[in-house]
């Protein structure tokens, strides 16, 4: 199954205003606010062994994992109702909420479901143009597209993943953008055929907010996230306060797994029927993607895996629900290097070469307690110019929205201070001895790692959003002259740009 969140590239067709949004929103809905996640962990501990997993193959994906530099923020899995492994791979914690990308558009259509349950909407074969009375379009085709069709990404819609799906750019940069979806011309009819569009579950979140008369969070934590007990979460949400129902929700990784456990038990949590055993059966391989890849219902599934349903999105975020296995598996990542479609391959493995009465492997736990530790500073913190310390460096126009940088030395050491094009500033320690400094952005207090070295006359910075996914990497030149010349590269997103900048 695809491994990206096919917004991949959409980043970097945002006029620069919204690229900044991208990054650090102006429009947020959030509930308790927070770096720390805290959630419960309902599951009993396991070992591996008494679930029927060979450990040494768990240890051995997890020390190459760290090894190899995969960018993968955290593992859990759940067995049987058992937690089996809970790993968190430094800088990240698993303490931390962490950006879904499009797996929340599955969160969507649960929620889409549990509306339909409380009779907020009557079915999923209601016409969309129903709940949109004031746009007077008169497409007779436009008229035949039901709630069903935008679940199964089989609007017809002339919109898809191609060309860094351009629609769900056009869409955000334009003032409505339930107009801007409901005027795109028709590339085949409705439930005709699979073809990704993040704004149809733009249009899901409307319907939800115009229906339920809250926001798609609010409704969430009263009828999902409260009755499963889940900690501090928050999505974000446009100029009209509708949250992205295509993606941008931020839960802990213990409540994804939660996710995965309602489905894997047919709506039920704790013994209470949160979501009607009716709607989970919906998700079916209904339309084809390619080869043997379905999608239904806002989950993907496969034909040569029939047990198995799967979340998906950018950065390597993906949930695992093995219905026989009575398995579950979560994982975050922060893109660039991280595939995390190789994840379920591997438990399997670990599950088939299991033989009953192997004692577990001492090996695992060591290396989940060392990929939780600091990296051991390697470098000899190198100083700065004097001369290029305190000064405004102007930039040209570029896709993380800067308006400006400047470094500075204090008495704790090197910060790294940014301007950006809505007026929000950030600023962070930089670890220059090869080890990261955590600080938190001060919009959300979030968790982000930032550290720096020099390689000749060229200075090295990872810029890492951890719970944002993206990891930024700059390469920042002093040239005579007061300028710089600055490149950015963050593989999640697919960016690779150089610019210029100049002091004043």
């Not at 308790?32 to 994906?61: H, K």
């Not at 008229?143 to 679940?151: A, M, N, P, S």
């Not at 085949?188 to 579950?201: D, E, L, T, V, W």
């Not at 993906?318 to 219905?323: A, E, G, P, Q, S």
Request: with cysteine; net charge neutral.
């Amino acid at each position: 199954m695809p491994g990206l969140d096919y917004q991949r590239n959409m980043f970097l067709r945002l006029p620069k205003v919204f690229a900044r949004l991208v990054l650090i929103p102006s429009f947020i809905v959030m509930l308790i606010a927070g770096a720390n996640a805290q959630s419960e962990n309902p599951w009993q501990i396991s070992s591996p062994e008494q679930q029927g997993i060979n450990s040494a193959i768990l240890a051995a994906a997890v020390k190459n994992a760290k090894q190899n530099g995969n960018n993968i923020h955290s593992l859990l899995i759940i067995k049987n109702d058992h937690l089996v492994l809970d790993a968190a791979f430094y800088p990240y914690k698993n303490s931390y909420v962490h950006d879904l990308a499009s797996c929340t558009k599955s969160i969507t259509s649960l929620l889409i479901g549990i509306a339909i349950d409380q009779g907020f909407i009557k079915s999923e074969n209601e016409h969309i143009l129903d709940f949109f009375p004031e746009y007077n379009l008169t497409n007779d085709t436009l008229k035949t597209v039901t709630i069903k069709d935008l679940l199964n990404m089989s609007s017809g819609f002339q919109c898809s993943w191609n060309d860094g799906e351009k629609e769900l750019g056009e869409m955000r940069a334009g003032k409505d953008w339930v107009k801007y979806m409901l005027s795109l011309p028709f590339a085949s009819y409705p439930n005709a055929q699979f073809s990704y569009c993040s704004g149809n579950y733009y249009l899901l979140a409307e319907i939800l907010q115009r229906t339920t008369k809250v926001s798609c969070l609010e409704f969430a934590q009263r009828y999902l996230f409260k009755p499963m007990h889940f900690a501090k979460s928050y999505w974000l949400s446009n100029y009209k306060g509708v949250n992205h129902g295509w993606g941008d929700l931020h839960i802990s990784i213990y409540d994804f797994a939660k996710i995965g456990c309602l489905v894997l038990n047919d709506g039920t949590w704790d013994g209470k029927q949160i979501i009607s055993k009716q709607w989970i059966k919906k998700i079916q391989p209904l339309h084809k993607v390619k080869k043997t890849e379905s999608y239904g219902y806002g989950w993907w599934l496969d034909s040569e895996n029939p047990d198995e349903i799967q979340a998906e999105g950018r950065g390597g975020q993906r949930l695992f629900i093995f219905k026989d296995r009575n398995m579950v598996i979560a994982t975050y990542g922060g893109g660039g290097g991280y595939d995390a479609g190789d994840i379920d391959n591997i438990v399997l493995e670990a599950i088939q070469s299991y033989r009953n009465g192997k004692n577990g492997d001492p090996s695992l736990q060591k290396e989940i307690t060392d990929i939780a530790l600091p990296d051991t500073p390697t470098l000899t913190a190198v100083n700065f110019p004097d001369d290029e310390l305190k000064k405004n460096f102007l930039l040209a126009d570029n896709i993380m929205g800067l308006k400006s940088l400047r470094f500075e030395k204090r008495q704790t050491g090197y910060y790294i201070l940014l301007d950006y094009v809505d007026g929000s500033k950030d600023e962070h320690p930089i670890g220059m001895d090869g080890q990261y400094r955590i600080s938190n952005e001060h919009t959300f207090g979030l968790p982000m790692a930032v550290k720096g070295r020099w390689a000749n006359d060229t200075l090295k910075i990872d810029y890492n959003r951890l719970c944002r996914i993206e990891d930024f990497r700059l390469s920042i030149v002093f040239k005579k002259g007061n300028s710089i010349e600055l490149k950015m590269v963050e593989a999640s997103f697919g960016i690779d740009q150089a610019i210029t900048g100049k002091s004043l």
